[in-house]
């Protein structure tokens, strides 16, 4: 198997009782439960992280280029403020990157509608909720 990690920014760690309207009523947890599923099939073993901080996620970057073949990334809030993500998704090229988010952004304000990670990610999924995440995981497979 190889490894896919899987990495969520802030307040992800809320979902189930963060704006159930926006976010659905899915725990992370139950996320992380349809990801594992969902990877064994693709071979891919799931390393599923959260952190409401934006070094966790820099940092968790770089260790993925050591230990996993690419990264399904929700960034949260990072998404549409952190260069240092950008960057360290750009310094770890070719390594690939998968967006996700939960909501579409690109309905909700317009400070949601710039991602920082959409120029250096393989591709975005928006606006599927829970099922991003396995169709990234789909996306990842195949592109490898
Ligand atoms: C989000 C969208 C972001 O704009 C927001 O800050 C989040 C969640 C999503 O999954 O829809 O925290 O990434």
Known sequence: MKTAFILNGPNL????????????????????ADCAAAGAPLGLAIDFRQSNHEGDLVDWVHEAADKAV????NAGAYTHTSIA????????????????????IHAREAFRHKSMIAPVAV??????????YTLALQALAARL
């Open 13 to 32: 760690n809320a979902l189930g009782k963060r704006e159930p309207g926006i976010y659905g009523g899915n725990t992370l947890a139950m996320i992380e």
């Open 70 to 73: 690419g990264i399904v990334l």
């Open 85 to 104: 993500l950008h960057d360290a998704i750009r310094a770890n090229a070719p390594l690939p990157v998968i967006e996700v988010h939960l909501s579409n």
């Open 123 to 132: 591709g975005m999924i928006c606006g599927f909720g829970p099922l991003g």
